[in-house]
């Protein structure tokens, strides 16, 4: 017969005295990550390596410290690297709808944008003016004062010779024309010039066809030096203003001189200045259509010659490092931004910003993997930038519209960028899996642990975490007691007696928790008992549907038994996960046995409330009865399983055990002890097998127990392999110190039969019998005696022989 555990074996205490320190205010302050040696290996290969595609994908449950190690590792990392540079958006003179992007050194952007913003204001102030001087109107009056006498000397001379010929110029509304005059100097009519005899009418045309030649030559010519004129007048012009604007441009070219494409930009603003002057010349207001009416604000002239800085790393530290919270599209690429004017949208490159990708770039990116998949366009955008090494800002909505909208296409940038995703395994393995493209970009994994080796190194960077969160956040000291018992929590946590849980928001939540209540009872320092009852509190807070089902079988509305012996049933152990809180509940199982061939049939199985993993437990048992029951002669059975009063769905073997036990006290009609409850996986081998939420399962029946009254007769099997997960509370530790609460660990089957039985489940004999009285015996017999009484009368026997005989 197997022993009880004893305490020790049922938790793994941390002796205060073992703690170093009296309390964490002589606790030094923990510099780095506890208990991630295997993540913080791989993040360092991946922040070091700077080959194409290893960026990085860290992955872990909620809480051990992803964001908070990569971000502290980064940090310190950037600082070492050199600051990336400035870029910025300027006008394209040749191509306005794609502005062209450029590059300068840290700090270089800024000054540049001050060096244009300063020409612009040159250019407001002093090209104006330049137009109004003397000089400058002596010299184009002088040019316009030629070109009229020019023009009069011209006209004058064609006037005098068409006089002597008889003839007069006239302006029609189609121009210059010869027209005949008479005597009297006026034109002559049409009428008139009918009354002419032929030949004078001949002499008439030949003599105004000749004049009008010379006329339109004459024009002709007056035109051609007019626009020797304009040209002159032009090159006064751009050799005025080129006098104020030269040696501006000059300066800012000779400032950034090693930057060509800055130098190509002022060359073309520049030329654009030239050609542009009448946008500096001094303009009259336009007068509003209606007086009530006010006039459109005009497009800045001057707008194209600004500069637009999209990153500015002046006054940054290092190589950027940026954690997008909100990694839209626009978030990560940057945008064109649009203003709207009486209902009309316009934009510029001026308007075009910066995202995530521009501020990182020669730097480190962050993202939370999940809010990535879940942002449209984000996830394949940023994979085709870090394929290709470039960002580019586009209208991603463009394609879907039915009607195209002539859109600013800015020049794309060169990218550099570390990328590191964070998020949980299932992401990152549904990803590994699908996207092939991903093995391709993001080839480096950490892989962060939630649980570590509870060893002394552990415990004492354990103890600098927790006196690092009291004095970051002000918190009071704990003592040795208190710090025991964050040590102990965080076994229970980890769901391992020799390990702790590396989900430090849990742990500093507990901190914070028992500085609370020891702030309520005026304690100068934390102490257990403050740690116990935060953690008794938040289970109070957590635990009303627990309470509810306990309710419904202290009242019998959920029957469970604690007392008595019963054939065909047991309780068996299963854990309620409701996301914030997880816990124990007893059921009943029950089996019925009789006379047939259908085997063990699973109700739940039939009724579609069984999972693939419970259907499994289920012929694992069909099949561990055929092999030692019915090694010479078969087994004919008919038997059912199920859990009373289960109204959900149910998965999982760890039930195995328990409805092992109801099945064989059914065969052998040998009662079952109720005051026990089992949980426990089976093999075919009739091994007991490891389960999950040993803990949780076992202070929920203690709970139930505990509430009817414990006698010592109560307590639970659990697998042996279990007993280095256990971690139970106090009060079912100090039950089972004093006897009343009983813990079997087990590693065969036969051994809880025994435990609930009270009697020996027996051991084959020679002759491959049992022993008679034990369990095994039992059931033996009773399954020859249901298969005897499957067989046909004798006399049948004789007939149907007989009938064989005579076919």
Known sequence: ??????????????????????????????????????????????????????????????????????????????????????????????????????????????????????????????????????????????????????????????????????????????????????????????????????????KVDNIGNELQDKLNDTVRSVREREKEVNESLSALERETALAVIGDLINDIKKKYEKYEKVTDYLENVQEDILEGLDEF??????????????????????????????????????APCVFESNPTYYNLFGRVEHKFQYGVSYTDFSMIKAGALHRANGGYLIINALDLLKNIFSYDSLKRAVRDREIRIEDIWEQYRLVTTSMLKPQSIPLDIKVVLIGPPNIYYLLYNLDEEYKELFKVKADFDSRMERNNENIDKYVSFIATKAKEEKLLDFDRSGIARIVEHGSRLAGHKNKLSSKFSDISDLIRESHYWATKDKSKKITDEHVLKSLGKRIYRHNKIEDYLREMMTEGALIVETSGEIVGQVNGLAVLDMGDYMFGKPSRITAKTYAGKSGVVNIERETKMSGKIHEKAILIINHYLGSKYAQKKPISLSASITFEQLYSMIEGDSATCAEMYALLSSIAQVPLKQSYAVTGSMDQNGDVQPIGGVNEKIEGFFELCKIRGLDGSHGAVIPRKNVVNLMLNEEVLEAVDGGKFNIFAIDRMEEGLEILTGVSAGEPGEDGSYPEGTVNFLVEKRLTEIREAMKPPKDERSKNNNDKDSE
């Open 1 to 202: 017969m197997s022993k009880p555990l004893t305490v020790d074996e049922l938790y793994n205490k941390c002796d205060p005295v073992s703690i170093k320190y009296k309390s964490t205010s002589e606790v030094p302050a923990l510099g780095d990550t506890i208990g991630q040696d295997r993540a913080l290996s791989a993040i360092d290969f991946g922040l070091e390596l700077t080959s194409k595609g290893f960026n990085i994908y860290v992955l872990g449950d909620s809480g051990t410290g992803k964001f908070t190690t990569i971000n502290r590792l980064l940090t310190r990392k950037s600082k070492e690297e050199p600051v990336p540079p400035d870029w910025l958006y300027v006008f394209n003179f040749k191509d306005p709808d794609n502005p062209i992007s450029i590059s300068t050194d840290a700090g270089h952007g800024i000054e540049f944008q001050k060096d244009m913003e300063f020409l612009i204001n040159r250019l407001k102030a002093d090209l104006p003016k330049v137009f109004e001087t003397k000089e400058y109107e002596k010299q184009r009056v002088k040019i316009i004062e030629e070109f009229q006498k020019e023009q009069k000397d011209l006209f004058n001379e064609l006037e005098s010779e068409a006089s002597e010929k008889g003839f007069i110029i006239r302006k029609t509304a189609s121009g210059l024309l010869i027209v005949p005059k008479k005597k009297s100097g006026e034109p002559l009519s049409e009428q008139e010039y009918d009354l002419l005899d032929d030949e004078t009418k001949n």
């Open 281 to 318: 010349k001094p303009q009259q207001d336009a007068t509003p259509p209606l007086p009530f009416l006010k006039p459109p604000k005009q497009e800045d002239a001057l707008q194209k010659y600004h500069v637009n800085v999209m990153v500015n790393n002046k006054f940054t530290e290092g």
